[in-house]
T-cell receptor
Framework: EAEVAQSPRYKITEKSQAVAFWCDPI?????LYWYRQILGQGPELLVQ????????DSQLPKDRFSAERLKGVDSTLKIQPAELGDSAMYLC???????????FGQGTRLTVV | DQQVKQNSPSLSVQEGRISILNCDYT??????FLWYKKYPAEGPTFLIS?????DKNEDGRFTVFLNKSAKHLSLHIVPSQPGDSAVYFC???????????FGKGTRLSVIA
């Protein structure tokens, strides 16, 4: 069964360091999402791509976060510099298009110390 | 302002009985609703969805009911099994390229 792949599964980094997460969506899925989930909360959208274009990044803290999907396939989310409050689960999801259900990867658990 | 609300943080149900998880939304532009299940340290898994043109969708032990006038949906699991113990998220979206908006989740515990 096709899956959304994310790496790493876990990441511990010191504050002010740079950190990057990688996501490979299900093959053929044009829409890719990055969500952040803080413990006890629901996932919150950071950025949404349609192919290689950003559709929505209104909730992305652009002073420290960046995301790209250069060839419209896999994607990277970067944080520089990391802050203590960035500790969370970072989830990548993909869907065939914007009107179908999104499938999530296993997430990257980030701890900033 | 939360657009999708799951007002019960937790729910305990005996094995074999029905589990009912509730969700309310405020945005009348939402027209597609989904339920996801999440185990610790894993990503959410899609369970079932419903479009606003329907009021019920069933898939095995899972049924989702939508009451558009009340802006309310519910997920019924029957019979409940211990493996159903997880956090359940309700999510909603409008048409076009609008993002999925999630509730805070309800932790379901099915007791054997």
């Amino acid at each position: 069964e096709a899956e959304v792949a994310q790496s790493p599964r876990y990441k511990i980094t010191e504050k002010s360091q740079a950190v990057a997460f990688w996501c490979d969506p299900i093959s053929g899925h044009a829409t890719l999402y990055w969500y952040r989930q803080i413990l006890g909360q629901g996932p919150e959208l950071l950025v949404q791509f349609q192919d290689e274009s950003v559709v929505d990044d209104s909730q992305l803290p652009k002073d420290r976060f960046s995301a790209e999907r250069l060839k419209g396939v896999d994607s990277t989310l970067k944080i520089q510099p990391a802050e203590l409050g960035d500790s969370a689960m970072y989830l990548c999801a993909s869907s065939l298009d914007e009107n179908t259900e999104a499938f999530f990867g296993q997430g990257t658990r980030l701890t900033v110390v | 302002d939360q657009q999708v609300k799951q007002n019960s943080p937790s729910l305990s149900v005996q094995e074999g009985r029905i589990s009912i998880l509730n969700c309310d939304y405020t945005n009348s532009m939402f027209d597609y609703f989904l339920w996801y299940k999440k185990y610790p340290a894993e990503g959410p898994t899609f369970l079932i969805s419903i479009s606003s043109i329907k009021d019920k969708n069933e898939d095995g032990r899972f049924t989702v009911f939508l009451n558009k006038s009340a802006k309310h949906l519910s997920l019924h699991i029957v019979p409940s099994q211990p493996g159903d113990s997880a956090v359940y998220f309700c999510a909603a979206r409008g048409s076009g390229n609008t993002p999925l908006v999630f509730g805070k989740g309800t932790r379901l515990s099915v007791i054997a």
